[in-house]
Structure formats: structure tokens, C-alpha cells
């Protein structure tokens, strides 16, 4: 009794921190869109300029997302975790210091280096900690951290723009996350690795043979391609949504830190609830929880943009942010039911490559079709055909295949 207290209680620790950890990494990440004004006036820089700007984070980040699960898949999370977190929270810090347009690209690639890894590895974490019947929930949970993150940074980066200036803010976010690489890798102990690779049957080790197959997994696309059309919306919405409502609807930095966190409070909820949702109600129904809450977004979008009030604009962005969300932790999720343990980082990864690679398109599209257009009209046009093409692609997904590659799953040792 003592000791399933003592692996409780280790396994509760372990996915706190994890949870903290990736909290950090989008309040460091947000620090750029609440500050995209300022370092447009500064730097003197278009919206096509901005645009580029924020996806250069991206060109990196979607890079490292399989590596970065394979290599935690092959060593364990924790040490590509911590190495994580201690990178990018450096060049969050270096951010601060750029001196023109091209060190600033050039500072958020290497930005996105760092972060890159952490998906994937973090996902892995959980695997390494908890039984395959409760990852999917786990998981998804975990991926609530993104938007309480989310939620969280304006209320602590909008303050620290206004009272030191845009360049300390990213100062003081580096800071605090070398401080808690140091503390994750104090507290978290190494799952014990000894012997591992010799005792673990070929078949259950993470070597070429097994990632040719997981890449050429047809199911596997499929759920990185829904991730990406959505990501189009998460990513656009995310990168845009500050400059949009100072400029289009003329509200100053405060109080665009007051409301932008609430959308993400909804999705925090809906990614908390995704993964019990999926097991206890849509078991062999994927696809359909998928393609609604896909079509449902599209719908709201675009009541979002025709909206004439701040007040409409922000309700339906929350709700294009709660059935959103359901996709988002559907599709880590997911994996989860039919992954191999071994597989489970570098297919985390995978998932998130198609996020990450929407995470460099939409910023950058986005940005184009602005300076092209003078407006947002092409903008919100695009972010529209994106979740329609999200929707279409959840429901070519195969319940049989998930069933079958399940049961395969299961059979392994874990």
C-alpha cells in the first residue's frame, strides 16, 4: 500500500511539473505576439515583416518535433526535458537583446530549436509514468497546459511590457525558466534504464526500423493533417489576435492583456475534458467528436469576424477556442489507444509536426494577406477553409484501424 502511495504520489509530481513546464514554454512563446506592436515601431517593420518574425519560431520548432520524441523515446524524457527548457529559456532572454530584423529572426529559429523537444519528450513523460489506460486522459490534460498557459502569459507579460519595456519582459521570462529547468532536474528522478535495450524485444525498442513504420502509418497522417488545418486557426488566432483588436478594433495593450486570456480559459477546459470525453462517450467515434467540433469552429469564425462589438468578437472567439480545443486533445490523445509505449514520443511528435508546421504557414500567410488586402477579411477567409478542411479529413479516419492497431498495442509489454 505504501508503495503504490509513494508511485502515486512520484507519478502526481512528475506530471505537475511537466504540466508547469509546458505553461512556461507558451507564456515565453506568447511574449512575442503582446509585444509584435512595440517591435514593429521599433524596428520599423511591416505586417509582412511581423508575420515572418513569428514564424521563424516556427520553421524550428516543427523540425525538432520528431527528434526531439525519438530521442526521449531512446534515452528517456528527462533529459532531453531539461535540455529543453534550459535552451529556450536562454534565447527568450537573448530575445530581449536583438538589435534588428535579421537578429531577431535569426534568434527566434534557434528559439524554436530549443523548445522543439519538449512535445514530444513531455508526452513520453507521461507514458513512462502512467498505465496505457489512463494516458489518453493524462494526455490530454497535459495539453490543457497550453492554453492555461496561454491564459496566463498577458496577465504576466502585458504588465511587464508596460512597467519595463518590451525587452526586460523577455528578460525576466528567460530567467524564470532556467530557474525551473534547475528545480525539474533536482526533483525529477531518471526512470531506471538499466539493461533496458538488451532485456526489450526487438520488436518494443525505438531504432529506424520501427520510426520507417510509424512514419508510413496512413492513420498517423491523417490525424497530423487534421492537427494541422486546426493548427492553421490555433496558430493564426494566437500570433494575431493582440495586433487585431489594437489595430482593426482599436483597443490599447491594456486592455487587450485583460482579454485575450479569457478564449483560453474555455480551452483549457474543453483539452482538460477532450481525453475523458473520447474514451467515456466516443470509443470507436473519433472521427465523429473530430469533424463537428471542426465544422462547429469554422461556423463561429466567422461569427467571430462580423461580430460589431469587442464584447461579441471575444464570446465567439471563446467558443471557436472551447470546440477547438476538443480537436487538440483529441488528436494527442488519440495515439495514445494505439501507440506502442516505445512509440510514443516520436509519434507525440509527429502529431505535433503538423501543428507546428501550421504554426509557421498561418503567422506568415496571415501577415500577407493583411499588407495585400489592407484587412482582415482574407484573413479570418483563410483561417475558415482550414477547419473545413480539418473537418474532412477527420472523417475519412478508419474506427477499424484504430480497433486493430489497439489490439496490437496492447500486446506489448508495458
Excluded at 211 to 220: I, N, S, V
Excluded at 257 to 271: D, Q
Excluded at 380 to 386: C, G, Q, S, V
Amino acid at each position: 500500500m505504501i508503495d503504490a502511495r509513494q508511485r502515486n504520489s512520484t507519478r502526481t509530481w512528475v506530471f505537475v511539473l511537466l504540466y508547469i513546464g509546458y505553461c512556461i514554454s507558451y507564456i515565453d512563446r506568447s511574449a512575442i505576439s503582446l509585444s509584435l506592436v512595440d517591435i514593429g515601431k521599433e524596428f520599423h517593420l511591416s505586417p509582412a515583416e511581423l508575420g515572418i518574425v513569428l514564424s521563424a519560431f516556427y520553421v524550428s520548432y516543427s523540425a525538432m518535433q520528431i527528434p526531439g520524441g525519438w530521442i526521449a523515446d531512446r534515452w528517456g524524457s528527462k533529459v532531453v526535458i531539461v535540455a529543453s527548457i534550459i535552451f529556450w529559456s536562454v534565447f527568450t532572454l537573448l530575445t530581449g537583446f536583438a538589435w534588428s530584423l535579421a537578429s531577431m529572426i535569426v534568434i527566434r529559429v534557434i528559439f524554436g530549436f530549443g523548445e522543439g523537444g519538449y512535445p514530444g519528450a513531455a508526452v513520453k513523460g507521461v507514458a513512462e509514468a502512467y498505465a496505457r489506460s489512463e494516458r489518453p486522459k493524462m494526455s490530454a490534460l497535459l495539453m490543457s497546459s497550453n492554453y492555461v498557459g496561454s491564459f496566463i502569459a498577458p496577465l504576466i507579460i502585458a504588465p511587464l511590457i508596460l512597467t519595463l519595456g518590451w525587452r526586460h519582459a523577455f528578460v525576466v521570462a528567460g530567467i524564470g525558466g532556467i530557474v525551473f529547468a534547475l528545480v525539474y532536474l533536482v526533483v525529477v528522478r531518471e526512470r531506471k534504464r538499466e539493461g533496458a535495450a538488451k532485456a526489450m524485444p526487438a520488436r518494443q525498442r525505438i531504432d529506424a526500423a520501427a520510426t520507417r513504420a510509424l512514419l508510413k502509418m496512413p492513420l498517423m497522417w491523417k490525424v497530423l493533417t487534421v492537427w494541422f488545418g486546426m493548427g492553421i486557426v490555433n496558430k493564426g488566432l494566437d500570433a494575431w489576435m493582440p495586433a487585431y483588436l489594437m489595430t482593426a478594433r482599436h483597443l490599447n495593450l491594456k486592455s487587450v492583456g485583460l482579454l485575450t486570456p479569457l478564449p483560453f480559459i474555455a480551452a483549457s477546459v474543453s483539452t482538460a475534458l477532450g481525453g475523458w470525453l473520447l474514451v467515456r462517450y466516443f470509443d470507436g467515434k473519433e472521427k465523429y467528436l473530430m469533424g463537428a467540433c471542426c465544422a462547429i469552429s469554422a461556423f463561429f469564425l466567422y461569427r467571430m469576424y462580423t461580430a460589431e462589438t469587442i464584447g461579441g468578437v471575444i464570446a465567439y472567439q471563446a467558443v471557436v477556442y472551447f470546440f477547438k480545443s476538443f480537436v487538440f486533445a483529441a488528436v494527442f490523445a488519440l495515439p495514445t489507444k494505439f501507440l506502442p509505449t516505445h512509440l510514443m514520443g516520436t509519434g507525440a511528435g509527429m502529431v505535433n509536426f503538423g501543428g507546428q508546421v501550421a504554426g509557421f504557414v498561418a503567422p506568415a500567410v496571415i501577415g500577407v494577406l493583411v499588407s495585400t488586402f489592407g484587412g482582415y477579411d482574407a484573413a479570418f477567409m483563410f483561417l475558415i477553409a482550414a477547419a473545413m478542411l480539418a473537418m474532412v479529413v477527420s472523417l475519412t479516419i478508419s474506427s477499424a484501424n484504430i480497433h486493430t492497431l489497439r489490439a496490437t498495442a496492447l500486446g506489448e509489454a508495458v
